[in-house]
């Protein structure tokens, strides 16, 4: 496996921190926790979708196209990842947004990362919920070529087998440090949505031969679907990298149980670790993804799943922006 083979152009900041968690510990009287810093990744506030931009991006540019387009839920940190992409490499961007959540709030509607969106440029259209939003976001991409626009499509999350690359490169990316910090960990966790981080992680993890079991926080659909979709995505990635057959079914697992009402609606759990996190260590999680994620984390150490003596690596996506989005339900002063 060499990913230098695949056309990249460099958006983030990596290697990104990996660091201890000490309070947090202490506090919950479980496992070492650790967490690698992909909500540091740099660019426009950060995020796990830079590293999949680093190779979409690059193939929209080595197949000419002069716009991308994507398409997420409103407080879409994909979104505003690929506007700020676009923007760094003068491309234009035309983001399609689904209101998944029914929320009308001013600040959801406009701040977080709808405001960056804004920012960087990007236009924006909006759809009602329970749409294919794949398909509504081929037949616009259809109507810029019509215009005569030479558009590329980035689908949601940037997850098809392009975008996971940046996750098998996350994976390179944390074994080298643990080697060069003489640490191992006995299990790694993150969010898993749209399925390219959990997808590439696996990939990199079982190319490498890490031992190191991976386990998915839900974030939307139930863990059958869930491990189907991270499965079949991780094997075609496997096929691009020429790696076939070393992810097995079982080594995807997801645990779907911290979703609460729906994506994008913390649950009092999704609050709580928000709560810890920033409290505890000054880590700032967000509403949707990573608080679900370290949620899971909290619940599962409570519940003897993970153990003290052992050492756990939690991903930190990122999305924190977002919580300025999120006024309507967080704590205030
Ligand atoms: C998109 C996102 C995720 C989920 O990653 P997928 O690759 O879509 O599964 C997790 N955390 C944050 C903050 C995200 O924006």
New binding site residues.
């Given amino acids: 496996m060499h990913l230098s083979r695949f056309p990249r152009v460099r958006l983030s900041h990596l290697p990104t921190p990996l660091e201890a968690m000490p309070r947090l510990t202490a506090l919950l009287g479980g496992p070492e926790l650790w967490i690698k810093r992909d909500d540091c990744t740099g660019l426009s506030t950060g995020?796990?979708?830079t590293r999949k931009l680093e190779f979409l991006m690059a193939e929209a540019l080595a197949q000419g196209a002069d716009m991308v387009l994507t398409q997420g839920a409103t407080q879409s940190?994909?979104a505003r990842q690929t506007a700020a992409a676009a923007a760094k490499l003068g491309l234009d961007c035309h983001i399609i947004l689904e209101d998944r959540t029914g929320y009308n709030e001013p600040n959801y509607r406009m701040n977080g990362n709808v405001l960056l969106d804004v920012l960087h440029g990007a236009t924006i259209e909006n759809r009602g919920p329970g749409l294919d939003m794949h398909a509504e976001l081929l037949a616009v991409t259809e109507t810029f070529r019509a215009k005569g626009r030479r558009p590329y499509a980035i689908p949601g999350?940037g997850?098809n087998p392009t975008g996971a690359l940046g996750y098998v490169n996350c994976a390179l990316e944390l074994l080298a440090q643990m080697v060069d910090r003489g640490l191992s960990f006995d299990h790694m966790v993150t969010?898993?949505?749209?399925?390219?981080?959990?997808a590439g992680l696996i990939v990199g993890l079982k190319a490498l031969n890490a031992q190191l079991p991976l386990l998915g926080i839900g974030?939307r659909a139930p863990k059958d679907k869930q491990e189907e979709n991270v499965f079949k995505l991780a094997q075609a990635t496997e096929e691009k990298l020429g790696t076939q057959g070393m992810v097995k079914r079982e080594d995807v697992v997801a645990n779907c149980d911290y979703i609460g009402q729906g994506y994008g609606i913390p649950a009092d759990s999704t609050l709580e670790a928000i709560d810890l996190f920033a409290r505890q260590e000054a880590i700032l999680l967000?509403p949707?993804?990573?608080g679900k994620g370290a949620a899971g984390l909290i619940d599962l150490i409570r519940k003897g799943h993970f153990k003290k003596g052992e050492r756990v690596v939690f991903l930190h996506?990122?999305?924190a922006i977002g919580l300025t989005g999120y006024t309507h339900v967080l704590p205030h002063a």
Avoid at 191 to 198: E, F, Y
């Fill in positions: 995020g796990n979708k940190n994909h999350g997850s969010a898993t949505g749209s399925a390219g981080t959990h974030v967000d949707v993804y990573s996506t990122g999305g």
